[in-house]
C-alpha cells in the first residue's frame, strides 16, 4: 500500500513593520494601530487572506520579527504536481491596511505593497526548500518611509494515501485506495441501522465508566417517540472480511427540546464512537475517538462537528481530547479536515509528529456522496490504522443525514425495522 505524492507551500511567519509617524500622518506614514491584512494568491488556487501582526520591535534585513502568524497552505496533489512540474510558478502576496472586504466590487483596504515569490516545484515531492525567508520592502520610498513586509516561504513534502468511498456510505459500499489513475479494493463497508437495540459491538468500559454521560441518551429520555434518529452503525472490513474499523452512533440525534424545533441543536448533539478491535479477537472493540454534530443556526445552515481524541488517563476513566471543530455548509458540503498544525498541542497519542493528519469531503444535503479521504502517511502502520479514518469519514458524512430537519424524511437506506416515524 504506497502513498500518493503529496507538497504542502507553507506561507508562514508573517508580520508587518509600519513606520512610525513623527508628524502630522502623509502619505507613506500609516499608523501603528491600523488593521492590516494581506491576500494570498497561487496559480489556479482560491486565495486565502490572513490578518497581520504589527510588529515593533527595531527591524533588520536578519531579524525575526518579535510578533508571528502563520498563515496559508497550499496542498499540491499528484495531478497537480504533474501539471506544475519542472516550472516555477508565482505566488503573489498583495498587503492591504483597512478593512477587510470589497464594496461595490472595491477592495476597501489600503493597498501597501506586492511581493511576488517564485517557486519552483520540481522535485518537491522529494525534498523540502526554502523559497523566501526574511524581510521585504513594501512600496517606494521617496514620499516617505516603506513598511517592511516578513514572510516565509518553503514547501514539505507530504505524501498521503488516498481512498475513495465507491458509494455513499450508507449503502455499505467497497472503499478503494487511489493511486493516479489505478484504484484498488481495499475495504468494504456493512451499513446497519438498528432503532430498538444498542449496538453489540460497544466497549463494555462505556458501560461501567460512563463518567461522561455518553450514553445517557439511549434510554431515550431526551427524545420523543418516534422522533429520534438512532442505532446507526458501519463496519469497515478488510479483503479478507475481518472487521478493522467502526463507527456506532453512541449518542441519538434528536431535536431540540425547544417547541416547534425539528433541528439537533449545538447544546444537545448526538455523537458517534469510532472504534478499533481490541486485541487479537475481533468480538471486541476499543474506542479511539468520538465525534459530536449538529445543525447550527445562523445566516448560513450550517453542520456544526467536533472530534476528540479518545484516551485513558490510566484511572479506568474514559476522557477525550479535541483536536477538531468547525462547520460546514449544509447546502454545498465542505471538507473535515485535521491538521496537526492547527492545534499540534493535542494531537498526543495521535501521533508526535506534526504536519497534516486526514481530511475528507462531505457532499451537501441530498447529494450524491462519495467521499475522498486522504491520510498522512505518518499516520498509517498498517490498514486498520487507515480503517480507523476512513470509519471517522463515513462518520461525518452519515452526520450531514442525521443532523437532517425531522420535517423532512430519510432516504429508504435508513428506515428502521419498519419505517421512519415523523
Sequence with gaps: MDPCPFVRLIIESLALKLPQATKRAGSGVYPSTTPCYCTIKLKSFPSQTALLPICVAAVTDTSPPDSAAASAEFHLDSAALRRLSGKHVTLRVSVYSGRMGRTCGITCGKLLGKIHVSVGLGGAEARAAVFQNGWVKLGREPEGPAARFHLTVRTEPDPRFVFQFGGEPECSPVVFQIQGNIRQPVFSCKFSANRNERSRS???????????????????????????????????????????????????????????????????????????????????????????????????????????????????????????????????????????????????????????VMNSTVEGEGKVSKPMVQVGEQHVTCMPDAALFVALSAAIDLSMDSCQLFSRKLRKEFWHDEQEFL
Design 202 to 356: 460497544l466497549p463494555s468500559d462505556y458501560t461501567t465508566n460512563n463518567t461522561r454521560g455518553w450514553l445517557r441518551t439511549f434510554s431515550g429520555e431526551r427524545g420523543k417517540p418516534g422522533k429520534e434518529r438512532k442505532g446507526w452503525m458501519i463496519t469497515i472490513h478488510d479483503l479478507s472480511g475481518s472487521p478493522v474499523a467502526a463507527a456506532s452512533m453512541i449518542t441519538p440525534f434528536v431535536p431540540s427540546p425547544s417547541p416547534g424545533s425539528d433541528r439537533v441543536s449545538r447544546s444537545n448533539p448526538g455523537a458517534w464512537v469510532i472504534l478499533r478491535p481490541h486485541g487479537f479477537c475481533f468480538s471486541s472493540w476499543k474506542a479511539w475517538g468520538r465525534l459530536e454534530a449538529w445543525r447550527e443556526r445562523g445566516p448560513v445552515d450550517g453542520l456544526g462537528y467536533k472530534f476528540e481524541l479518545v484516551t485513558d488517563a490510566g484511572t479506568g476513566l474514559t476522557s477525550g481530547i479535541p483536536i477538531a471543530e468547525g462547520t460546514m455548509s449544509v447546502k454545498s458540503g465542505g471538507q473535515f479536515c485535521i491538521d496537526s498544525r492547527m492545534k499540534d498541542s493535542a494531537l498526543g497519542s495521535l501521533s508526535l509528529v506534526r504536519g497534516f
